[in-house]
Each structure stands twice: as C-alpha cells, then as structure tokens.
C-alpha cells in the first residue's frame, strides 16, 4: 500500500518550526507495513490543498495530512476537504459536548473559536482529540483514506497511535514489515564485504546503508510474507559481516553498549575532550540512565586548560605537542583523578579542515583510556572532512573502552 504525508503550514515553509510529523507518520506507517511514496509540506492556501489532495489521492491509497485546522480563519484545511470530499461543514454535537467537557477538565471556558472547532465535514468519520479541541476527520472514496489530523505534534501522536493505526491494521491486516539494524560497521569494507550477500537476497527483503560520521547502520528490511523468513535471513547476515565490530538493536549504538557494560561491572567512566568538543560526553549522555554510571566531562580545547585542570605537564605539550601520546595519556589520566571514576576516556587531535602539517595531517587523532590498572592510547588518521572525524573519532574512542572494560582485569 502506497501512502502520502502532506504537511500544511506557512510556517514549515518559512523555516520557522521543524517538520517533525513527517517524520513520527512515516516511522508508524513504515512500521505498519506501508510504503511511503512521498513526504510534501504546502502552504495553508486553498489552491495548494485542493492540488496536491487530489494529486496524492490519484497516486496513493493512504494520505495522511496534518495541519491547518485551527480555529482561525488561515486555516483551510477542513473547508477544502470538505470541498473535494463533496460534504457539508455542520455542526456536530457530540464533538462541541466532548469539547466543552474539555475545556471544563481544564478549568476553561468555551469560546466562538472553541465552537468553531466542532463545526465539521459531515460525511467525515470523526477522530476524537483527547489533547484539544480539534478533531481528527477521516474520508474514504473509492476505496482509498485520507486522514486529516492536528498539526500540533502531541497532538497528533496521539490520535495516530489510539484512532489511526488501530484501525489501519483493521482495514489492511494483510500488511507486514520488519526489520533488524546492527550499528557501527565499518564503512569502507561494507560494499565489498556484502556484495556478493546482497546479490542473492529474496524479493521482499531489502538491505539499506545508513551512513553518519564515523559509522554506518544496516537496516534488513522484510515485507509482506518474508516477514517470517527475517530471523533467518537476518542471521545469515551476521555471519557475512563475522570478525567485524558492531552492535544489534532498534536504539544506539557503541554508546548503549559501553552504558550496560559499565552498568553490568559497576564501574564509571568520565571523558577529557580536546577536538571532540564534548561529542563523547553527548553521546554517552543520550542513553536513558547513563547517569548511573557517568560522571562528567573536561571539553580541554586550549593547552593552558590541559594543564590547569587536567594536570598535563608543560613539558609533554612543549616536547611532543597537544596531538601526541604523552598528553591524552595525561588528559585521561587527570580526568580520571579529578572526576573521581574507574575510567577515563581522552582526545586530542586535528579535526581540520585546517590545522594540518606534514607530520599531523588533518584527520590525525589521539585517543587515550585511563582504567583501574593501566592507561594506554592510540594513534588514528582518519580523513579530512571535520565532521566525519569528530564523528569517528567518537565512536573509536567508545570501543576503546569497551574493549578496556570487557578485557581488563576489574573484577579482581
């Protein structure tokens, strides 16, 4: 089943909010088992409505719009709808009481615009809003549904997941889709490594590279009836990318990873940061309950804070340089004895795109990891776009501890 999102509102256009309905509609119907066939943001004018309504209804067999159903005049969307679905706007009395019991639960008072919201289409099967006052309004013609729905994102949410999936899955019970991620592969084995697997996969599975700086995440994907062969075929995939590193699961990546190792051992961890800029600690830090076992960061950008703070010795950084194994030794090292932890992780490095020499090309990094019984560090070059080495940078220093945790003695 194709499926089309339109967003309505001036606003997204202008730059002045984020489209983020699109993307919460296209992750549940993905889910659902349907196929996104186009995302489209117009303006909260009754021409661009009526063209691209009847334009998604010629091409898809779900449309999902949202927005422009507020109860000023600006928004049109429930005044073309009810014009390209050939209805009345009327009042309708069980949404003005369900509003005002509303409105009354919240210690407020109903108002013409408030009245105005339970004036709708009338052929419309309604979608009761338990987070405002507007409505959700579903059509159906000629075997196809077009949901209108709040453009205000709570809001929204919350009738996808009690009105509008549910019955979704009523009307299409034979859709199916699932799939497997794993995190952090490699990126520049991965074509060559898995050539050969992509070239016998079935129909009804696809394979999608989803690259960011430093990893790349894998997405199998199975539809309709391979939908029970995914374990299988997930597997069989695992085995091709066999001796290389990476993580399983729908959220995060190493960073989820290093959280429930630490989390299993007992054990924190603090981050002394010079060109990751903080980035370890944030992405330490987006795991729900890393306070358990983080403790905190020293983003040491300039030389003269490695030293105060961390303790760096003047004559490392004047004899060898801040990119050198002596001082991210120290940096992790200091860190380690003034946050008060059983680990910690440092860099240092050229994340460019200036900055390099012959002897430090940009991409050049040093990442050090200080633990219970020993600290040691490593030199990697990576590349010359600073994103993708910051990036990179990030997710090595997140093994390295893993590796450090799994492997060290710390239980002894």
């Known amino acids: ?53 009847d334009y998604a209804m010629k091409q ?45 639960n919240g210690g407020m008072r109903m108002n013409e615009g408030n009245r105005s919201q339970a004036i709708l289409p009338e052929s419309a099967k309604i979608l009761y809003n338990r987070k405002g006052t507007a409505s959700g309004m579903w059509f159906e013609r000629d075997g196809k549904v077009l949901v209108s729905l709040p453009g205000v994102p709570f809001e929204m949410e919350d009738l996808m997941i009690q009105s509008v999936i549910p019955e ?41 590279y989803l690259p960011s700086p430093g990893f790349v995440k894998l997405r199998l994907t199975a539809k309709g009836d391979q ?41 924190t961890i603090a981050t002394a940061e010079s060109c990751t800029g903080g980035n370890i600690a944030a992405q330490l830090t987006s795991i729900a309950g890393s306070s358990a076992y983080f ?30 194994e002596p001082v991210v030794r120290q940096m992790a090292e200091g860190a380690r004895r003034l946050i008060g932890t059983d680990y910690a992780v440092s860099t240092s490095g050229i994340a460019g795109p200036t900055g390099g020499t012959a002897e430090k090309p940009v991409g050049t990094v040093w990442i050090g990891v200080a633990g219970p019984e020993r600290t040691i560090a490593r030199k990697f070059v990576f590349s010359f776009t600073r994103e993708r080495n910051i990036g990179k940078a990030t997710m090595k220093a997140i093994e390295m501890v893993i590796e450090e945790v799994r492997n060290g003695a710390v239980n002894r």
């Open 1 to 53: 089943m194709k499926a089309i999102i339109i967003t309505i509102g001036d606003e997204i256009l202008l730059g002045q909010i984020l489209d983020t309905n699109s993307q919460y509609i296209s992750r549940q119907l993905t889910r659902l088992g349907a196929e996104v066939a186009d995302i489209l943001s117009i303006a909260d004018q009754r021409e661009e409505i009526w063209q691209w309504v």
């Open 60 to 104: 898809a067999e779900l449309i999902i719009v949202t927005g422009g159903l507020g109860p000023t005049k600006d928004d049109m969307t429930k005044k073309v709808l009810a014009e390209y679905f050939d209805t009345r706007l009327v009042m309708n009395e069980e949404v003005l009481r369900w509003i005002e019991k509303l409105l009354e």
């Open 168 to 208: 979704l899955q009523r009307l299409y019970p034979h859709l199916h889709l699932d799939y497997r991620k794993v995190y952090d592969i490699p990126e520049s084995e991965l074509a060559l490594l898995l050539e050969k697997w992509e070239e016998h996969l079935p129909e009804g599975f696809s394979l999608a």
């Open 227 to 267: 939908v029970f062969n995914l374990d299988a075929r997930y597997d069989s995939l695992k085995e091709t990318l066999e001796g290389q590193h990476y993580t399983e699961g729908e959220n995060g990546g190493t960073e989820r990873e290093l959280g429930e190792l630490l989390m299993l051992k007992g054990k």
């Open 295 to 324: 403790r905190g960061s020293v983003v040491a950008y300039a030389n003269d804070v490695k030293e105060r703070v961390l303790g760096v010795r003047p004559e490392s950084l004047e004899q060898f340089g801040a990119v050198s």
